[in-house]
């Protein structure tokens, strides 16, 4: 079983910066990427940033030079730096965490979901 606990999201003013986590447990042999996406009302679930083992990264263009991804291997835990955040923004974002089990097999797990509430 693999847990993927996100931290709290929050309400800040346009313009403003946000730091979610999410930490990965369980039984996880290692993890492969990890990324965030995002779910705004009545739209899709998006990607907004993606973070190989060995360090790659890829961005949404909407988030591109305002969002850092980042990740802690030695943690299982995986970094969202917002900067400049906007209204379009808000959304609530999930974590994504591509899994190698202890036991075998590849599997991909989800956090909880935490909103983000960007005010212009």
């Known amino acids: 079983q693999v847990q993927l606990v996100e931290s709290e999201g929050g309400l800040v003013q346009a313009g403003g910066s946000l730091r979610l986590s999410c930490a990965a447990s369980?039984?996880?042999?290692?993890?492969?990427?990890m990324g965030w996406y995002r779910q705004a009302p009545g739209k899709q679930r998006e990607l907004v940033a993606a973070i190989t083992s060995g360090g790659g990264t890829n961005y949404a263009d909407s988030v591109k030079g305002r969002f850092t991804i980042s990740r802690d291997n030695a943690k299982n835990t995986v970094y969202l730096q917002m900067n400049s955040l906007k209204p379009e923004d808000t959304a609530v974002y999930y974590c994504?965490?591509?899994?190698?089990?202890?036991?075998?097999?590849?599997?991909?797990?989800w956090g909880q979901g935490t909103q983000v509430t960007v005010s212009s």
């Open positions: 369980g039984s996880i042999f290692s993890i492969n990427a």
């Open positions: 994504n965490a591509r899994c190698r089990l202890a036991y075998g097999g590849i599997q991909d797990y």
